[in-house]
């Protein structure tokens, strides 16, 4: 995936990574990258969110909404085996399930808003949690606690982060949750908004 940089300031080294930045975005995603369509819902979802005159209560209820949409899209991305059931009428019907080993993994604080929506889509999934916060004399993102299922390094892991800006707190999620044994490919970052500030 290609980094977008955002820089303020003259000179021909400026004014040629905003050309780049502005290529990037507006080139087509990468083909890891899926965007949930923009459809009038997700737009009114995402207006009543970034209104300051909204209400609590409208928030919460926009934001579960979001996130719920979010989840069910990743959950979209994770494995399934095929297999046959009989339904209460006696006829066999081919369908699907997941397959075992899926888990979320929630950045603290703000991941964890999303935890409810997985829980919504998948009652017996495990989650996990990192603590990251920068370090105020250095600005480096860094872990100060993480819990995960013992077993982590064969599951499929759907990141919660909400809000990404920097990525800097999701780098160094990954990076754990390699350090855990997680194979990059194995990891699906949940996220409802990217902005560059």
Known sequence: MKQVRFVNGGGSDSEALEKESEAAINSDPPVQLKLLPLTDQIRELQTIIRDKT?????????????????????????PYT???????????????RFKKGNCGVSIMRSGEAMEQGLRDCCRSIRIGKILIQSDEETLKAKVYY??????????????MYPILSSGNA????????????????????LSLFSTPH
């Open 54 to 78: 909204t209400s609590r209560g409208d928030f919460v209820f926009s934001a579960d909404r979001l996130i719920r949409l979010v989840v069910e899209e990743g959950l979209n991305q994770l």
């Open 82 to 96: 095929e297999c046959i059931v009989t339904t209460p009428t006696g006829h066999k019907y081919e369908g699907v």
């Open 146 to 159: 993480a819990k995960f299922p013992p077993d982590i390094y064969k599951r499929k892991i759907l990141l």
């Open 170 to 189: 999701v780098i160094e999620a990954v990076r754990v949750l390699i350090d855990h044994g997680v194979q990059p490919a194995h990891i699906i970052l």
